[in-house]
């Protein structure tokens, strides 16, 4: 019958060629045979079980310490008893117990399937065995030679090795304590030694190793551009450049920067600008990727656009019907207001008693009665009323709205109080601008000098044309006194429409302006990615291998020569493909860039002591076997 282990790889191998049934059928018998107990297990006694149960190991591994003290203690007493003539008796027992415990621990890991080496009770005594490390560190002055960690690693295992107790049941307990103890410091010293020696070697083999095994290795690209990149932007900066790289905002939706446009306004970005540049201009795919790029971002900005146009054109509709409602309906409602007080001025015959005599008296003629009010005439009247009713009632609705006729009166007074300005009012372009503007308003303006909102929205689209033709005629030009002035008529003019009723125009400024700018943001850091602060000259970027590779001693030497062919050709052919493409890759997906020049994340330091402490318990362990055997 096959074992555990056999069914478990069989059912893998069946899995994998696709075979259900067999797959079913073995993984059906390993649950069986996990869940049924097996003869060992049945007639192992209820305390071996328990013994060699995780949970009580785990447990025993924490309490290490304290069983460690008590024992040495018993032991040092038993000492003093048996050289004052008694019989040892506590120690004795101690030692006893605890070999038994050990032997009942092992039959039952074997019960279980769990035979062999104790990792529960190696990960139970990590704590306590960490804490000691710590102790003794804090203890002891900060080691800053070899020669300090050498002492400050003895102290460490010597301290760990006390506190782990003796299993062996030997008659000479102290002995092995002191065997025990002397083991763990000669390993803990040796630790550092075997670490240091270990980093020498393994950093001059890397430095002028890898290089060699990069030509070969998958990550071989990834690491010569890392290299590369330190290099030329120099170590120092490379967190700089990298927080911008991984912080770069999409400012336009769809418009994804290249790693130029990350960094494009920092001075330590200007080497990856160029290396962008020549990496972009690479035959062989790379071009036709940045070219790509191009593509989608105009077509993204274009997207924008129009997705702002869409989004606020109502809402500048919206606003401009506002500011022309009191102007469009009011006329109207006094019109009718006017129309209806006539109406009810006009008086009607009134019903009148019949002259019979006269009637009488003309021999006997028809009588015709006076003419009375008609019901036509009557609901006419209520219809007036009803009326003037709803126009008064419209029109304090209006005043209730906030609903006022727009009128340039407000905005050719703004414009009046601008040109009264000492300094401002010397300027020809200010006064002709100003004066080409109350000219055009006067123009559009109706009867007391109302004007349509959407005239005036025209107005203020084409100020700034009328400032740089009027700078232009002039040849004065202060850039700066013509982007407030502009601003300054604009605010006039946004503060009428608003005045008028149009609740929600400077909103929808806010909402364009803001979209507007992030579009020209976009555009301004893609020109600026093509301009660095500082050119930088990177001759090695044509070979980005063979600049990043140590240099190798020109002479004759078959490793040497070998070597330098391997840099010079292989190189050439082979890695620098892959290179020019990971760069593409990596300058058009900024982020990705930014992780690649980040440090490659080490051990924490707050993790060494229990490093140490495991580095050192497992060699304890085995002092321990061998103390038993002593």
């Known amino acids: 019958m096959a074992d555990l282990a056999q069914l478990e790889s069989a059912l893998v191998k069946a899995d994998a060629a696709g075979n259900v049934e067999d797959a079913r059928m073995l993984a059906g018998e390993i649950r069986q045979m996990r869940t049924t107990p097996t003869a060992e297990y049945e007639k192992a006694p209820w305390g071996d079980v328990i013994a060699g149960l995780p949970i009580t190991r785990l447990a025993r591994g924490a309490a290490a310490p304290i069983i460690a003290a008590g024992q040495l203690g018993a032991n040092l007493g038993d000492t003093i008893v048996e050289a004052t003539g008694g019989t040892p008796v506590v120690g004795k027992y101690i030692n006893e117990k605890l070999a038994e415990y050990e032997a009942a621990k092992e039959r039952g890991m074997k019960a279980v399937g769990n035979e062999g080496y104790d990792w529960m009770g190696l990960i139970g005594q990590l704590a306590p065995s960490t804490a000691i490390a710590k102790s003794v560190t804090a203890a002891l002055p900060a080691a800053t030679s070899l020669a300090g960690r050498i002492g400050t690693g003895a102290a460490q295992g010597a301290a760990i090795a006390a506190a782990t107790p003796t299993t062996s049941g030997s008659d000479s307990p102290l002995t092995e304590k002191a065997i025990q103890t002397g083991v763990g410091a000669v390993t803990g010293g040796a630790i550092p030694v075997a670490t240091s020696a270990l980093q020498t070697m393994g950093r001059g083999l890397t430095k002028i190793g890898e290089p060699f095994l990069d030509l070969f290795r998958k990550e071989g690209p990834a690491n010569f551009l890392r290299k590369h990149h330190e290099k030329i932007i120099g170590k120092d900066k490379v967190a700089e450049v990298a927080d911008a790289l991984l912080n770069v905002k999409q400012l336009v939706p769809g418009s994804q920067p290249t790693a130029a446009e990350a960094v494009a306004g920092l001075p330590a970005g200007s080497p990856v600008q160029a290396a962008q540049k020549i990496t972009a201009a690479t035959e062989g795919g790379p071009s036709a990727e940045f070219g790509e790029r191009l593509a989608k971002q105009k077509v993204a900005r274009e997207i924008a656009a129009r997705t702002r146009d869409i989004l606020t054109r109502d809402m500048r509709e919206e606003a401009l ?64 009323r009803e009326a003037l009713d709803a126009a008064k009632q419209g029109i304090a609705q209006l005043e209730t709205g906030g609903f006022t006729p727009l009128k340039s009166s407000s905005i050719n007074q703004s414009i009046r109080a601008t040109l009264s300005q000492p300094g401002i009012r010397a300027s020809d372009v200010v006064q002709r601008t100003l004066s080409d503007v109350q000219e055009k308003i006067k123009t559009l303006s109706g009867k007391g000098g109302v004007i349509d909102a959407r005239d005036l929205y025209t107005v203020r689209k084409e100020i700034g044309n009328t400032i740089q033709k009027n700078a232009k005629d002039t040849a004065n030009w202060d850039k700066r006194m013509a982007a407030g002035l502009e601003r300054d008529i604009q605010k006039h003019i946004d503060d009428a429409i608003e005045g008028a009723g149009g609740t929600g125009w400077k909103q929808y400024l806010k909402e364009y302006s803001t979209r507007t700018q992030a579009i020209s943001d976009d555009i301004a850091r893609a020109k600026l990615a093509g301009k660095p602060l500082q050119r930088t000259n990177l001759n090695q970027g044509v070979n980005v291998a063979r600049e990043v590779a140590p240099a190798l001693p020109s002479i004759l030497s078959r490793p040497v020569v070998v070597g330098n062919w391997l840099l010079s050709h292989v190189g050439k052919q082979n890695i620098e493909p892959k290179i020019d493409k990971l760069a593409a890759e990596l300058y058009l997906n900024p982020q990705e860039l930014g992780k690649s020049l980040m440090p490659k994340p080490g051990m924490p330091s707050r993790n060494q002591a229990i490093i140490d402490a495991l580095l050192q318990r497992a060699p304890i362990a085995g002092a321990t076997v061998a103390g038993r055997q002593y």
């Open 321 to 384: 019907s506002g500011a022309n409602t009191a102007a469009q309906t009011l006329p109207k409602l006094i019109k009718t207001v006017d129309r209806a007080e006539k109406a009810l001025k006009v008086k009607m015959p009134v019903d009148v008693a019949p002259d019979r005599l006269k009637s009488a008296v003309e021999i006997h003629a028809p009588y015709a009665s006076p003419k009375l009010q008609t019901g036509a005439q009557m609901a006419g009247k209520d219809a007036s």
